[in-house]
């Protein structure tokens, strides 16, 4: 009986708590969000007609000479149709001594190798979120042959656009430097259709 | 290299700076005169909460709050089709996917089956879950400051108003800035459904959103680690960029930390909490460096550089490392990379914080459990001093050592029983991904992080079965309600006892010595009992990459 | 003087050596019966007594099994299983035999400490009083608490008892060692106690028994000693629950581990899983513990010292606060009359005579000391006049005297008493008393006033000597933590000057028996364990309300029975070698327990890549053994090798050396906890390189 009393005594306690962390403080959030429009919701690039072109956060899948290549993903960036009405994240989750993660680095290798692109580490090993928008400076420079020759670009010109798509650590300390791939892409694209 | 060890040096130094104000602050907070909002609320409930609680009506308290908000917590998580805020038309989930998710988050695990994205609706994102993160953690943090109080030889206090407290004082008004933060970074809040993008090569891409900064805050320093998304901390909108990373993991690390200063503020023992903190501090160091080191020489067999498996290009090797040995030494459990993926060197060092639950450990409980090593070290070596052990000033005797070894015993057998029933039928239950030494430390680690309240996973396991949400939620409820039980009933009793005076006869344990050998003592008592599962799983792995 | 008196008889303390006197304890045929008794202690229902030799006894008999049948729990690819098995089978058998050997010896020990004790009360035939006066012969085993029996010149006294009527030499050498015959007569605090088993060697004495049959000091010393009575202690019991768990964790560790291993193609042998967790479990605390018990109570009986229980014993080795009597413990018994100073501008040789004349009665060695000094200053004989009586001493009056018939009253005693007694008869103070009472305090001496009717006529000082070597030991006391107190009946300035001189943290000067409790109380209301030695029956709420009461042997029989221990040669210092050993018992423990738990490491790393060489472990196997197989058994014989080479060190007790616990515990961790990683390293790999080309 005791504890059934305590129970109560709890829930109405809980109900004040709740108020507080699962009502008041949610909203005060999304109030501020309101105030901060493009954060809170996704960060979204659009077109000039209003075409959401995707997230400055969230990495795109690239396949075209024409594009910088961003890193594999074992979730295709959610572009799988399939999942369209949710969006997904993933990652592969194969242990460094699966032979599958040999294989499938081997293959990527060997695709890489195919278009003149030296493999580096993060070209070869998938992200963690599936939606990793960077890829390492090394990585973009390493992909520079291949865009300039399938855009007709002078390298430099390519250069400064890496380095200006590149987020920079925390600090110029925490972390490391990504280059955010779509907003390079996004780059070229207005540089050359 | 070297960026990267400064960068985890740097992260350390700013906790290491922090902890000791918000602990002082903390030991301020639970032991000062109400506020007058929350003297109302106590009135709600019509419960005098000045009165201090015994162990037992403390622990009845804590048990019987958790079972209510439980039950009503899965109530409405099975109706949560029928609840608002369902942009993208989720269902209800399975009864045994309900029971383990309700089950991981009123523990403080924050383990999940599920994938945010298409299971849990927004309603229950914010109303159930939302809740949980901070009930979860109060609930810990109060029994923490309980737990010190009676070692201290104070009465324990009361569960309702440490509870209150935990959320009004410390978890709320920090958790506000730190997700005001994140939001300014771009971690979304808003309740609109998934953005549909068409990418720049015509594909249509699902961009999932929702109200993730102020979930994302407390997730993090509730020690909770529950993500919005199924990736967790690893996916842009819960984490971006490397300012939000940073404030992530000195999130993780701050109350854990500061609850050693605050037991030194409490017990009028300043010195020893510095002694304590250098310890486990060391024990950490140690930890992040196996890791670092694992992660930093990468596989050369597969690719040059750093092992990238699974990790973002923003976060790198070093601090990848970093969080995955803060995520299961403080048994937060949200991830920035995979776990799964991680070397065989930083698995060894992810699975012994897991094993060893105080290197910082669970928001409160973790620093119970340090003072409960503590005590088994002021036992054995207050007899080789040939005193009858005390602490404190306070004998340890049958009883406290009763508690004290069930405590220790609780892991080992919700942890490896279950794990050998799960490798005993790999085909039918495990669900192993991948192959090898990997399979076993995929199976111990799932065992050991629900034990353990952490809820970081190899996730690579098939999880999502009958089996292994009925067993880790057992692994789950008994590594929680077990331990608080025990150090609820061994505070109480410590609380009752008459100190005794400290001479030069009294073995000092706020010493370089005492410190050194309990942190000795820690690591044998935890090694010695996960050794040949971990000479199955992660050594072995390791010397088969060699 | 009754308390002065019985404090006078004390014999202070001599050099230890000496003080070891116990009857002579014979070993011979110890060992041979221990080893016997080893095999007897296989007997299943007495090794579930030891919950971590149970498992292994229990892994005995599996591998047992699994040498008739090698494959009984599914075959194994070894074709040497039953060879490895066997000899794994038969090295458990040799560990669960080991410890059981140490326990057998340990109780051997205690056997013959026991049997030297019962030597001393060989059963007699007593002669008891009916009520109606006459005599019976009774065996003096079946005298109940009570009875009065009678006992003359030659007797053997048939227990302990309290003596009602006559006046007798007896021959307490069979207990105490000391050979000169002590007086026994009623009513005194002192002398009126007798123990069973000492011999009246004149007259005749009437004693009423005190103790029944078997309950005696020493019949319970005989039960402690002998491990019959042996219950464990709280301490014993939470180190034995620690073991337990330990034991369980490793038991669990070991039994989840045949399905990890076959998942990863590796199947371990059930033998060498069972070789892995005896390797593992405390077996080397768990098969010395009860040894090390016994033997601490054995190493009190050798002191001389009859303890009620293990626990009083340990409860020493935590006390904080030590009250001693000054006299007899911190200063010689013997306090001597130096010197006569007179007051009031008397003469210094009627100073004399007039304490003289206090003393005519006065039979303690001070008062005798008094007349010979008196003696010596004057050559005119003092008869003791006709029809004088004297006038003993009590603590409430604080002095003594002569009455003469013509009123006339002589007395002496402390300063202030005779002080009100001048005054009560009329007279005045001198005026130059005070300066001679703080001149003979200020020397560390006792004042005596003395006085005829109103008139004081001067001082006299006592002279007490500190003990030799009383300092150090109290220095050695301090480093360990414990704060002496002297308890004493002298004033404030005397005490000060003896406690400064001997050393001790405080005092208490001018003492009552309700100071003491009072000062025990105050002492334990600050969460302190107080000690305290004590004699009168005064003494016996003191000792009952003391964590740890020692009664002298020379004390009441209230004392003793208020006290948790006795010291059977009344030598108040002896406290310290209690407390010795209390703390022994305790570093022993421990100090082996952190050994078994360190020794794991070793085993580990020689058992765990023996285990699973096959799937690529062998980089941890640091030793560099010769083969799993040799592996496995050199961990194990270690592991029931060390048990008999521990057995001395259980036995004797780790060494405790008087420094504080933050030193003690350096010195330990340094050589029980690191010596104890590195040790079987080193032992395993020497095994190995023994066993190695045998085992191949």
């Given amino acids: 009986m005791d504890f059934l009393r305590e129970m109560g005594r709890s829930l109405r306690l809980s109900a004040a708590l709740w108020l507080l962390t699962a009502v008041i403080y949610p909203v005060i959030l999304l109030l501020a969000g309101a105030a901060l429009p493009f954060q809170a919701n996704g960060s979204l690039l659009t077109t000039d007609q209003g075409q959401v072109l995707g997230s400055a956060l969230i990495g795109q899948p690239f396949t075209s000479d024409r594009y910088f290549w961003p890193r594999p993903s074992a979730i295709a960036y959610s572009t799988d149709p399939q999942v369209a009405k949710t969006g997904i994240s993933g990652a592969s989750n194969l242990a460094p001594s699966n032979p599958a993660l040999a294989e499938r680095i081997a293959t990527e290798k060997q695709r890489l190798q195919q278009t003149g692109t030296q493999p580096t580490g993060d070209l070869l090993y998938s992200s963690g979120s599936g939606l990793d928008p960077h890829i390492s400076p090394a990585s973009a420079i390493a992909q520079l042959d291949r865009v300039t020759r399938a855009r007709q670009l002078a390298p430099d010109q390519l250069r400064s656009l890496i380095d200006q798509a590149t987020d920079r650590p925390f600090l110029n300390l925490f972390g490391e430097p990504g280059v955010n791939v779509l907003k390079l892409n996004l780059a070229l694209d207005r540089l050359n259709r | ?546 | ?696």
């Avoid at chain 2, 984490?239 to 017990?267: D, Q, W």
């Avoid at chain 3, 009123?407 to 001048?422: L, M, Q, S, Y």
């Fill in chain 2, 1 to 546: 290299m070297l960026s990267g060890w400064l960068q985890i040096a740097l992260t350390l130094l700013i906790v290491g700076a922090i902890a000791p104000f918000l602990g002082r602050y903390m030991a301020r907070a639970f032991q000062g005169p109400d506020w007058l909002p929350e003297r109302w609320l106590y009135r709600q409930i019509r419960h005098r909460t000045d009165e201090p609680m015994t162990g037992g009506q403390y622990l009845r308290a804590v048990l019987a709050s958790n079972l209510a908000i439980g039950l009503v917590g899965l109530g409405a998580f099975w109706l949560q089709d029928r609840l608002p805020l369902n942009p993208t038309g989720l269902g209800a989930p399975n009864w045994d996917l309900a029971v383990h998710t309700i089950a991981s988050f009123l523990t403080n695990t924050d383990q999940q089956h599920y994938s945010g994205e298409t299971a849990i609706t927004y309603g229950s994102q914010v109303g159930i879950l939302g809740y949980l993160l901070f009930f979860s953690a109060a609930t810990g943090l109060a029994v923490g400051i309980a737990f010190i109080r009676g070692l201290s030889g104070q009465p324990l206090g009361n569960f309702y108003r440490d509870l209150t407290r935990s959320i009004t004082r410390v978890l709320l008004p920090l958790s506000l800035p730190i997700a005001l933060l994140l939001l300014l970074n771009g971690v979304p809040e808003t309740l609109a459904g998934p953005a549909i993008a068409s990418t720049l090569e015509g594909a249509t891409q699902a961009i999932a959103r929702g109200p993730v900064a102020h979930f994302e805050a407390i997730k993090q320093l509730g020690e909770n680690g529950g993500g919005f998304f199924a990736i967790n901390s690893a996916h842009p909108f819960e984490n971006p960029n490397n300012f939000t990373n940073s404030l992530e993991i000195v999130a993780m690390l701050a109350i854990p930390t500061s609850l050693i200063f605050t037991y030194g503020e409490i017990s009028q023992n300043r010195r020893q909490a510095w002694w304590l903190f250098g310890l486990v501090g060391s024990i950490f160091l140690g930890l992040v460096a196996l890791s670092a080191i694992a992660e930093w020489q990468g596989n050369p067999t597969l690719a040059p550089g750093p092992n990238l498996e699974g990790k973002e290009q923003r976060f790198g090797w070093a601090q990848t490392a970093l969080w995955a040995v803060t995520t299961t030494a403080t048994m937060c459990g949200a991830v920035n990379g995979m776990h799964d993926s991680l070397m065989p060197g930083s698995g060894l060092a992810t699975l012994l914080g897991l094993f060893l639950q105080m290197v910082w450990g669970g928001q409160g409980t973790g620093t119970a459990y340090l003072y409960v090593f503590l005590i088994l070290t002021v036992f054995l070596t207050g007899l080789m001093v040939g005193r009858t052990p005390e602490f404190l000033g306070r004998k340890i005797e049958k009883r406290e050592i009763i508690l004290a070894s069930a405590i220790l015993l609780v892991h080992p057998v919700f942890v490896l029983i279950p794990g050998a029933i799960a490798l005993a039928f790999p085909e039918q239950l495990a669900g192993i991904s991948n192959p090898g030494f990997h399979g076993v430390s995929q199976v111990i680690y799932e065992y050991a992080s629900a034990a353990a309240n952490n809820g970081s996973g190899f996730e690579g396991l098939g999880d999502g079965t009958l089996w292994w949400n009925l067993s880790a939620t057992v692994s789950m409820l008994a590594g929680r309600y077990l331990p608080i039980a025990a150090l609820l009933l061994l505070a109480d009793g410590m609380a009752q006892k008459q100190p005794a005076p400290a001479t030069s006869g009294t073995l000092r344990t706020d010493t370089f010595l005492f410190t050194t050998v309990t942190g000795v003592t820690i690591l044998i008592l935890g090694l010695l009992t996960f050794f040949p599962v971990l000479a199955l799983g992660p050594i072995a792995e390791g010397f088969a990459l060699r």
């Fill in chain 3, 1 to 696: 003087m009754n308390n002065l008196a019985k404090k006078m008889r004390r014999t202070p303390g001599g050099p230890r050596s000496q003080r070891r006197h116990t009857p002579k304890v014979s070993h011979q045929g110890l060992y041979g019966r221990a080893v016997q008794q080893a095999f007897w202690k296989l007997d299943p229902r007495q090794a579930v007594h030891n919950p971590v030799m149970f498992v292994v006894w229990l892994g005995t008999v599996v591998t047992l099994l699994l040498t008739i049948a090698p494959d009984l729990f599914g075959s194994l690819a070894d074709p040497n299983a039953r060879t490895v098995n066997g000899a794994i089978a038969l090295i458990l058998l040799a560990t669960v035999w080991f410890a059981n050997l140490a326990e057998a010896i340990a109780e051997g020990r205690g056997k013959a400490q026991a049997d030297a004790l019962r030597a001393t009360k060989a059963d007699t035939i007593a002669r008891r009083l009916l009520p109606d006066g006459s005599e019976e012969a009774v065996a003096a085993s079946r005298l109940q608490r009570g009875d009065r029996v009678r006992v003359s010149a030659g007797d053997m006294i048939p227990a302990d008892g309290e003596v009602l009527a006559g006046v007798a030499s007896v021959d307490e050498s069979a207990i105490t060692g000391e050979s000169a015959p002590v007086l026994k007569e009623p009513g005194s605090d002192t002398a009126s106690s007798v123990t069973g088993g000492t011999r009246i060697v004149s007259d005749e004495l009437t004693i009423r028994v005190t103790a029944d049959p078997g309950q005696g000091f020493i019949d319970r010393m005989i039960a402690l000693v002998e491990g019959a009575e042996r219950r464990k202690t709280p301490n014993e019991i939470a180190l034995t629950v620690l073991l337990a768990v330990l034991t369980q964790v490793f038991l669990l560790a070991i039994a989840t581990l045949p399905p990890v291993a076959a998942y990863v193609q590796s199947p371990a042998s059930i033998a060498i899983l069972i070789a892995l967790l005896v390797a593992l479990i405390p077996t080397t605390i768990g098969g010395l513990l009860s040894a090390i018990g016994i033997a601490g109570m054995d190493r009190v009986a050798q002191f001389n010292v009859i303890a009620t229980s293990g626990r009083a014993v340990e409860a020493c080795g935590d006390i904080n606060t030590l009250l001693l009597d000054k006299t007899g413990t911190i200063t010689l018994g013997n306090r001597l009359a130096e010197q006569f100073i007179p007051v009031g501008g008397h003469p210094i040789d009627t100073v004399a005579r007039v304490a003289w004349a206090a003393s005519w009665f006065d039979q303690t060695p001070e008062g005798k000391s008094i007349v010979r000094l008196a003696e010596k200053l004057s050559d005119r004989p003092h008869p003791t006049p006709e029809g004088a009586t004297g006038l003993d001493f009590s603590a409430r009056t604080r002095m003594s005297g002569t009455d003469l018939p013509d009123g006339t009253e002589f007395r002496k005693g402390a300063v202030d008493a005779i002080k009100g007694f001048a005054r009560s008869r009329g007279g005045s103070i001198p005026a130059d008393l005070d300066a001679a009472f703080e001149q003979v305090s200020r020397l560390g001496g006792t004042p005596l006033a003395v006085c005829e009717n109103d008139q004081i006529y001067g001082v006299i000082y006592l002279k007490d000597m500190i003990k030799p070597g009383i300092r150090e030991r109290f220095d050695q006391l301090r480093r360990m933590g414990i704060r002496t107190v002297m308890l004493t009946g002298d004033n404030r300035i005397t005490a000060e000057v003896i406690a400064r001189e001997a050393g001790v943290d405080d005092f208490i000067a001018e003492a009552t028996p309700e100071d003491k409790i009072a000062a025990i109380q105050r002492e334990q209301a600050q969460g302190k364990l107080v000690a305290m030695t004590g004699d009168g029956t005064n003494d016996a709420p003191a000792l009952a309300q003391a964590n740890v009461g020692v009664a002298m042997n020379s004390g009441t029989q209230a004392a003793k029975e208020a006290a948790n221990m006795v010291d059977l040669d009344s030598d108040p210092t002896k406290l310290i070698d209690i407390v010795t050993i209390g703390k022994q018992l305790l570093m022993t423990r421990g100090a082996l327990t952190t050994f078994s738990i360190a020794n794991d490491v070793a085993k580990y790393f020689a058992i765990i890549p023996a285990l699973f060489a096959s799937i690529g472990l062998g980089p941890l196997n640091v030793m560099g053994l010769t083969s799993p197989n040799s592996a496995v058994l050199s961990a194990l014989i270690y592991n029931a090798l060390i048990i008999p080479a521990l057995v001395p060190l259980a036995l004797r007790g780790v060494a405790f050396r008087p420094l504080s616990a933050d030193r003690l515990l350096q010195r330990n961790i340094l050589v029980y906890g690191l010596g104890g990683t590195i040790a079987p390293f080193i032992a395993i790999k020497a095994i190995d390189l023994a066993i190695g080309p045998l085992v191949g």
